[in-house]
Nanobody, 123 residues
Framework: QGELVESGGGSVQAGGSLRLSCAAS???????MGWFRQAPGKEREGVAA???????SYADFVKGRFTISKDNAKNTLYLQMNSLEPEDSAMYYC??????????????????WGQGTQVTVSS
């Protein structure tokens, strides 16, 4: 059973940056991993995903601003978030699984989920 623990959330002003981390209790080399977010009153939505070979996929609303990366030596997933906007405020969740298909952000591709870290962006 994989355990995922997120960190790095916080409060920033619009235009600022944050880097989220997700520490995994299992070897991330063979994992398909991603970040999701959920704002109050809204459905959970996919933000970014990274495959075993390092290929990445992003939601349109974060392209050019967010970067997902994975350090297999540290079993850690990252999300670098730049040019943050108030609309980016949400609980951010790390997710992982053993999916081997095409890149995408469907939640069904992920078997393990973290507890989330809060990101708040003020205008």
């Amino acid at each position: 059973q994989g355990e995922l623990v997120e960190s790095g959330g916080g409060s920033v002003q619009a235009g600022g940056s944050l880097r989220l981390s997700c520490a995994a209790s299992i070897n991330t080399y063979s994992l398909y991993m991603g970040w999701f977010r959920q704002a109050p009153g809204k459905e959970r939505e996919g933000v970014a995903a990274i495959s075993r070979d390092g290929s990445t996929s992003y939601a349109d609303f974060v392209k050019g601003r967010f970067t997902i990366s994975k350090d297999n030596a540290k079993n850690t997933l990252y999300l670098q978030m730049n040019s943050l906007e108030p609309e980016d405020s949400a609980m951010y969740y790390c997710a992982a699984g053993y999916y081997l298909g095409p890149l995408g952000l469907a939640p069904t591709r992920f078997a393990y989920w973290g507890q989330g870290t809060q990101v708040t962006v003020s205008s």
